[in-house]
């Protein structure tokens, strides 16, 4: 495609709802990165996948957050049992290699509130 | 034109001028720095990137330096327009590893 594409763009979840965010990054693009940015400041590393293969998932904030990307392409963010905290922008981002490689582009971003 | 550290999270400028917005980065090893452009409402957009065996680096109206000595890194942008005004971000990386964002900088410009 012609840029990081995220869905949905605008999420509203009853607190202990489950969500599911999905990303699909550039065509071709083997890094794929996960961000999540509350209001008013920068944005705060999830996880990166090389290919199919979760390499970093340090930022992930608990074990209610997984992320996958089973085939390489389109990836999915899941938030279990969802807290007031978890509301936030989840920023998606790819790159044709990984950190110091080529640019990293980042999509419009998934706007989650839970109420 | 003016100039801010992070410290600052706002820089007003007037249009036509220069403006200069500063960053210093924590991690001695990173070896890729980025500066992003996010507007209200959407994601940040890339502007320049510079790699650690570089000083200096230019794109159409703006400029990005590097002082790793004192690690702090600086984006100039030449004769700012409105379409300038947006929170600006800088990242830093390391060879296969995550970017890490600094706290944004909000660029106003004052007709």
């Not at chain 1, 938030?79 to 790819?94: G, K």
């Not at chain 2, 003016?2 to 600052?8: A, K, Q, R, T, Y």
């Not at chain 2, 007037?14 to 500063?22: A, K, L, R, T, V």
Request: hydrophobic share 35%.
């Amino acid at each position: 495609g012609a840029g990081v594409s995220q869905s949905p763009r605008y999420k509203v979840a009853k607190r202990g709802q489950d969500v599911a965010l999905r990303c699909d990054p550039i065509s071709g693009h083997v890094s794929l990165f996960w961000y999540q940015q509350a209001l008013g400041q920068g944005p705060e590393f999830l996880t990166y996948f090389q290919n199919e293969a979760q390499l970093d998932k340090s930022g992930l904030p608990s074990d209610r957050f997984f992320a996958e990307r089973p085939e390489g392409s389109v990836s999915t963010l899941k938030i279990q049992r969802t807290q007031q905290e978890d509301s936030a922008v989840y920023l998606c981002a790819s790159s044709s290699r990984g950190i110091g490689g080529n640019t990293i582009y980042f999509g419009e971003g998934s706007w989650l509130t839970v109420v | 034109g003016e100039s801010v550290g992070l410290h600052l999270p706002t820089l007003s400028v007037q249009e036509g001028d220069n403006s200069i917005i500063n960053c210093a980065y924590s991690n001695s090893a990173s070896d890729y720095f980025i500066w992003y452009k996010q507007e209200s409402g959407k994601g940040p957009q890339f502007i320049i990137d510079i790699r650690s065996n570089m000083d200096k680096r230019q794109g159409q109206r703006v400029t990005v330096l590097l002082n790793k000595t004192v690690k702090h890194l600086s984006l100039q942008i030449a004769a700012t327009q409105p379409g300038d005004s947006a929170v600006y971000f800088c990242a830093e990386g390391e060879a296969n590893s995550k970017l890490t964002f600094g706290k944004g900088i909000t660029l106003s410009v004052r007709p």
